[in-house]
């Protein structure tokens, strides 16, 4: 039983789709996430004290509203299903731009759920926290996907299928392997490049998808560097979302230059990653952010293993 009445947690940016795996593929980042607190409070409900940015001024676009953010919407449904008549008030801290396709708003709901949960009487475990971080994700993106919730929960490669939720599965990941996310200085509207997407696909472009997701998740699994190389193609989202980032071309080539695995979009942008062995992981980087500046965009650039860590209580009181 909990008796915390004050509880940080943090949650991790994370990768989506992984470039084969769109809407169901996910990998967690180190280095870079989100904090929210949790007070618990004597009026009922989840309420919002305050959102600081990541120069810690309180936050000029997200809202503070507790219905229109995916921290407390997440919060509140968790509190809903299993709270007591006391409320909870949240502290939201970004330490992830928004609309950089690093999961922004998918960390921001993990991390309220993962405080809220570990200030229940009986907190739940970590796994069955996934549905009510998903509303909040829901809430802002428009679609009921968890390749940003998932990994950033749990942490290391995801494999969630929206016909399975809430069954989520960690993959194995590859001995050696790092990932390199570079964010550029750019914003892309998820739920508006997701509305753009076109609906129909060829039979054989549905076939050659499957085909590399299937043959990247055996390549992690067996730890088949070649097969990962071979396997890391998206045929089907890369090519329409790739052209509203300007500098996604230049970056990409500069990844494969210096022998990357592969390297696609994060999300939906603008966000780029890379797989690499980790003996080349500061060259890829390097490579990356060269591209990108020589492209004239500022950019950062945050090197993690396969198995970086999910959300997790930082401290209580």
């Not at 009445?5 to 593929?25: E, H, K, Q, Y």
């Not at 129909?200 to 390549?219: C, R, V």
Request: one cysteine or more.
């Amino acid at each position: 039983m909990s008796d915390a009445s004050l509880v940080t947690a943090f949650a991790p940016a994370s990768i989506g789709n992984v470039g084969v795996g769109f809407d169901m593929l996910g990998l967690a980042l180190a280095g870079v996430g989100d904090r929210v607190t949790g007070q618990r409070t004597c009026k009922a409900g989840i309420s919002i004290a305050e959102i600081r940015d990541l120069d810690g001024e309180i936050h000029p676009s997200l809202p503070p509203e507790p219905d229109q953010n995916t921290a407390s919407i997440a919060a509140h449904a968790l509190w809903e299903a299993h709270g007591d008549s006391t409320g909870v008030e949240l502290l939201i801290r970004k330490g992830i731009p928004l609309q950089s396709g690093m999961g922004s708003s998918a960390a921001s709901a993990v991390a309220a759920v993962v405080a809220a949960n570990a200030l229940l009487p009986e907190p739940l475990p970590h796994e069955q926290l996934l549905p009510f971080a998903l509303e909040g994700e829901k809430y802002a993106s428009g679609g009921l996907h968890a390749d940003n919730v998932a990994p950033s929960l749990m942490g290391g490669l995801v494999l969630c299928p929206a016909v399975l939720l809430p069954r989520m599965m960690q993959i194995k990941t590859p001995i050696g392997v790092s990932s390199i996310l570079l964010h550029p200085e750019l914003q892309v509207d998820t739920a508006h490049a997701r509305c753009s997407l076109a609906r129909g696909y060829t039979l054989e472009q549905w076939l050659a998808q499957q085909g590399y997701l299937a043959g990247f998740i055996t390549g992690c699994a067996a730890d088949d560097h070649a097969l990962i190389r071979q396997s890391f193609h998206d045929v089907i989202i890369e090519p329409q979302r790739s052209a509203a980032v300007v500098c996604f071309e230049a970056v990409k080539e500069a990844a494969m230059k210096a022998d990357a695995l592969g390297a696609s979009l994060s999300g939906s942008g603008p966000s780029i990653f890379a797989l690499c062995v980790d003996a080349n992981a500061s060259n890829v980087a390097t490579a990356m952010e060269q591209a990108c500046r020589t492209s004239g965009i500022e950019c950062q650039s945050w090197i993690s293993p396969m198995t970086a860590p999910g959300a997790h209580v930082e401290g209580s009181q």
